[in-house]
């Protein structure tokens, strides 16, 4: 059974600032702060660091939720919820308490890590120094903590840790102009002699998620032998569901009543039948492929059983697929709307082009996916560093 959305009671507000986030770019601060008092913060974290250890399909219907409102307050959350996931695997068992703290008191992390990002620290005691730029931090204006990738003081070894967004050290450019989820501040965070306690920072490398299927390797939680990076395509496509299907309501809803060239009703139309029909199969078929990989992914988790490589790409598979079914679905509900669908300032023409953001994700890309795949398939070895 399906428990009930935590975030329910927040959805109204959550739309209705949706269209004024999109002009602004800025999420609406009284819904970030709702947001933060609202029990879905902690559902990624397990018992033992405050967390409430939500199954992983939970997880993906609350941001079905969320996102079918406000695509970029989805999109923050979403940042939030599976690279924390990430943050409790990297630092560990060790780490515990600092992680229950972020928990407790419901901090919003973030994780400045995407192309042209170069950091690199210097050694100072029982610190270090960094120096650099994040680029690509969805959520940094909201965030309180960033995880952050950097070189060590030769260029040889690269190091992860925290660091907390609220130090004068550290600037957040409002850098994200892009067309798609304009309030997600993906923007730039910038270290300038910004210090890091030592017994913080934990290795980091390509392929993480192969360590984490060692069970000599220590981890807070079963659920943190899950890579981070599957179960935030998974997440994308449940985000994806989201956007498909509220277009989908409000397009057949709103079309009803509406008339064609020389007085015929919309509704009237076959092709319009044939369209709207088509979209619905295809948003049907992404649930259930996403969703079947989630609940796959709770099982797994519930009988302590390692994933494996094969694992790895069934879940980030049926992610990137549920995305490209919605956005067929995306284009034929399109197709359905007519020119008005191009019309700016609409619900429809937010949606649409805040969707054009979720196929093009590095982490659920169809380019980088397929092709890998297609290595497993082969029984070659996979190359993706994540």
């Known amino acids: 059974m399906n428990q009930p959305l935590r975030v329910h009671e927040l959805l109204p507000a959550i739309g209705e600032q949706a269209g004024e986030a999109d002009r602004s770019r800025s999420v609406d601060a009284a819904v970030l702060s709702a947001l933060r008092a609202n029990e879905v913060m902690r559902l990624s974290g397990s018992r033992e660091i405050g967390g409430l250890e939500a199954s992983m399909a939970d997880i993906g219907r609350e941001l079905q939720a969320v996102a079918a409102e406000c695509t970029s307050t989805a999109w923050c959350l979403w940042n939030h919820l599976c690279t924390y996931h990430h943050f409790v695997a990297l630092l560990g068992p060790e780490r515990q308490d600092f992680l229950r703290g972020i928990m407790e008191r419901r901090e919003w992390v973030c994780y400045p890590a995407g192309a042209s990002t170069e950091i ?19 959520g940094a204006r909201y965030a309180d903590w960033a995880g952050v990738v950097f070189w060590n003081a030769d260029h040889t070894a690269l190091s992860f840790s925290m660091v907390n967004l609220r130090d004068p050290s550290v600037r957040i450019a409002p850098t994200w102009d892009g067309m798609s989820v304009r309030a997600s501040a993906t923007d730039h965070v910038h270290y300038k002699q910004t210090l890091i306690p030592t017994d913080r920072v934990v290795p980091w490398g390509p392929r993480h998620r192969e360590q984490l ?6 981890v807070i939680h079963p659920r943190y032998r899950e890579d981070w990076v599957a179960l935030s395509v998974l997440w994308l496509g449940a985000m994806a569901c989201g956007v498909a299907r509220i277009s989908l309501e409000e397009t057949a809803r709103d079309i009803r009543d509406r008339v064609a060239i020389y007085g015929t009703r919309m509704a009237e139309r076959p092709t319009l039948h044939v369209n709207l029909g088509r ?13 079947s990989a989630l609940r796959d992914t709770d099982t797994r988790i519930e009988t302590r059983t390692l994933p494996t490589e094969a694992d790895y790409f069934r879940q980030s598979l049926a992610g990137m697929q549920a995305v490209h079914l919605c956005d067929e679905a995306m284009a034929l509900i399109l197709r359905v709307l007519g020119g008005n669908g191009l019309r700016e300032g609409t619900a429809f023409e937010r949606r649409y082009r805040d969707f054009q953001a979720m196929p093009l994700h590095i982490n659920g890309h169809i380019d980088r996916l397929t092709e890998q795949a297609g290595r497993l398939a ?9």
Request: net charge negative.
């Open 213 to 218: 299927r060692d069970l000599s390797h220590p």
């Open 378 to 386: 082969l029984g070659l070895p996979t190359e993706n560093p994540f």
């Open 279 to 291: 979209a619905q199969a295809l948003i049907h078929a992404a649930e259930d492929t996403v969703f």
């Open 120 to 138: 690199k620290a210097e050694p100072a005691g029982d610190h270090l120094v960094l120096n650099g730029v994040a680029a690509f931090g969805s």
